[in-house]
């Protein structure tokens, strides 16, 4: 019997296709929102603001030189105040605002927390659907938000004529919960993209914060980053792009290295400081690794959070291929860098060691 088995599993596992890794853009794919900044100093007052920017890959050549005609055709940007989270596929308990100041070229939408302010006014007029909101996402040490709903709930045992004020009382003390805790907003975009002819949509969200300023609490940052190759920087999130050339075929270490200001006091983590993740993006070629974190130590018991990418041998590797690296943190930020890498076709490369790869600046000839 269990030969049987062992075959139907052999079987199995023949006949299973081979599925791409995340981290390889083989069809139009939303790889994250960064938004600018990702926590909001906000008050009714001074309301502040966010930019959101759609990172959009498309591919390119396949190892037998195809190449899928695509093209970004439409961007559709929406807020909702109150979502019902992940495990409801982001679903918006009421209906979704939306974002009209957007650049299509830039890939960004930006958002004016006067209409956040606005939104809060307007919940007066939802009170009963965003009690019930709140009953179902209301944390049990959350004193301020636990009164107001008690005091909801005894508006129930009055007459109408003292049921609005007693309504209204309750939902006041509900906004001064929410100025003081402060609000997330998911930020929802579709995209439309054409591909060989066909239209299809792809949908992204984004989490951000508006928190009031108080003391003790620094609003977050999105976490400042460069790549290295050997060293030298290859792209960073301070307006840096270079070029990477590549020997075909060989596998070359890259390193991220983090600015001395990415790493920020997490004021919701008991005291601890944030910790960041990367995420590894290619058109061609394989990485290593799908992601590397502040959680990966290497033999030597030291931080390791570099990865390492192969080149497509040279008949299969195409004149251009795009990367990107996402670092992440766990309090919304988000940040990125893109570069191009080509081919080096170079005689070095036929002595040179596996990880060897020339760093051109931006626009320089190979």
């Known amino acids: ?89 982001f679903a918006c308990a009421v209906p979704e605002i939306p974002v009209l100041d957007t650049d299509f070229e830039a890939r960004t939408a930006t958002f004016d ?22 009953r179902g996402t209301i944390e049990q040490d959350d004193e301020c938000n636990n009164s107001a709903l008690a005091a909801w709930d005894k508006c129930s045992q009055y007459e109408a004529a003292q049921l609005k004020t007693c309504q209204d009382d309750a939902f006041a ?3 001064v919960c929410l100025l003081e805790k402060g609000l997330e907003l998911m930020f929802h975009v579709t995209i439309t993209v054409e591909i060989d002819g066909q239209e299809l949509k792809r949908e992204g969200y984004k989490r951000v914060a508006f928190r009031a300023p108080k003391e003790g609490r620094v609003p977050n940052k999105n976490p400042g980053f460069e790549v290295l190759y050997d060293g030298q920087t290859v792209a960073s999130t301070e307006a840096v792009s270079n070029t990477l050339a590549v020997c075909p075929g060989k596998r070359i270490k890259l390193e991220p290295r983090l600015f001395d200001d990415a790493i920020e006091f997490n004021p919701d983590a008991g005291g601890d400081d944030e910790f960041v993740f990367f995420s590894w993006v290619v058109t061609s070629g394989r ?58 076709i170079d005689p070095v490369c036929d002595v040179a060691g596996p990880n060897y790869a020339v760093v051109r600046d931006a626009g320089e000839l190979p």
């Open 287 to 344: 990485f290593r690794s799908i992601k590397t974190s502040m959680a990966s130590i290497g033999e030597d018991g030291a931080l390791e959070i570099s990865n390492e990418w192969t080149a497509w041998e040279l008949e299969a590797m195409p004149k251009q291929t795009t990367m990107w690296v996402f670092a992440r943190d766990d309090r919304l930020g988000v940040a990125f860098v893109t570069f191009p890498v080509v081919p080096l």
């Open 113 to 134: 927390g006067q209409v956040l302010s606005t939104m809060i006014d307007f919940l007066a007029d939802s009170a009963a659907e965003y009690m019930e909101f709140i």
């Open 173 to 175: 003390m509900f906004k």
């Open 1 to 89: 019997m269990w030969r049987i088995a062992l075959i139907a599993v052999l079987f199995v596992a023949a006949c299973a296709p081979e599925f791409s890794p995340s981290s390889f853009v083989d069809k139009p794919r939303i790889l994250g929102i960064v938004a600018n900044p990702p926590e909001v100093p906000f008050t009714q007052e001074n309301p502040g603001s966010v930019t959101l920017h759609v990172v959009v890959a498309m591919p390119g050549p396949d190892e037998t030189g195809n190449l899928q005609q695509t093209a970004l055709k439409d961007l559709e940007w929406a807020v909702c105040p109150m979502s019902l989270g992940a495990e409801a596929t």
